[in-house]
């Protein structure tokens, strides 16, 4: 699992060989209508864009959930040409961990709604 920062969040893909990345959508979807919006295997540089590439650095626990190499590169391929993109429901992150973990969870949408719920609460 690649990720790469765009401005405030971060893109996910998944890094299928030496320079090739499946994505959902390229780092920046923002002005690209959202059912244009696919997932796709592109080079390493046109997945980075303007930000430099990181690699994921999984906790013990998710280093023992996670699903093989070969597994998680099997199922971002499957999924090449896939739309349905939703900021809040499927997502990049969604689709990168739904490749590596076999759960789509987005992290930093789990955060932003906790907060807004704290807000809401006050």
Do not use: W
Not at 24 to 32: A, I, K, Y
Not at 65 to 94: D, Q
């Amino acid at each position: 699992m690649l990720r790469v920062k765009v401005s405030f969040y971060y893109h996910y893909g998944v890094c299928v060989d030496e320079d090739r990345v499946v994505q959902f959508g390229l780092p920046d979807n923002v002005s690209t209508p959202t059912e244009q919006i696919a997932v796709i295997e592109t080079d390493m540089a046109a997945f980075a864009g303007d930000g430099i590439p990181e690699t994921a650095v999984l906790t013990f626990a998710e280093r023992r959930r996670r699903l093989s190499p070969k597994k998680t590169v099997e199922a971002a391929r499957a999924r090449l040409g896939e739309t349905g993109y939703h900021i809040f429901r499927n997502n990049c992150e969604h689709f990168a961990h739904a490749c590596v973990f076999g759960e789509a969870t987005s992290p930093f949408v789990d955060d932003v709604r906790e907060s807004l719920r704290k807000k809401l609460q006050k």
